[in-house]
């Protein structure tokens, strides 16, 4: 029995072997796509985030250090024989952070879509 060497046997492997690293890059590129859009997410959530924490910090804090009441929190309450009494503090601060953190997470998309154009 005479044994023969066959050439299809090699092309075909080089031809699995291709469609096995065509695969893997186009995987690669699907889960870089759908990574960087996580991250932009993610990033995105930090900085509407901080811009609210900060703003809101700050503004309370003036309020306390130049003696502000519409920048300042205070809480009162009055239990007696009638009823009780609530009262809280001015929301001015957070409402003022609430719309710095919308203006900063819109400039933040803004650019990043610039530098990705």
């Given at each position: 029995m005479i044994h023969k060497k066959s050439t299809t046997g090699k092309s075909e492997k080089k031809v699995v072997v291709f469609r096995i690293i065509k695969c893997i890059l186009i995987i690669e590129k699907y889960v870089n796509m759908h990574l960087r859009g996580v991250l932009m997410n993610v990033k995105s959530f930090i900085v509407a985030f901080?811009?609210?924490?900060?703003?809101t910090a700050l503004l309370y804090l003036i309020g306390y250090v130049f003696t502000i009441p519409l920048l300042m929190w205070h809480y009162e309450y009055t239990d007696s024989t009638n009823g009780f009494f609530v009262s809280t503090g001015s929301l001015v601060p957070l409402i003022v952070g609430l719309v710095i953190s919308f203006i900063a997470e819109k400039i933040y998309i803004?650019?990043?879509?610039q530098k990705l154009g």
């Open positions: 901080g811009s609210i924490v900060l703003t803004y650019k990043h879509q």
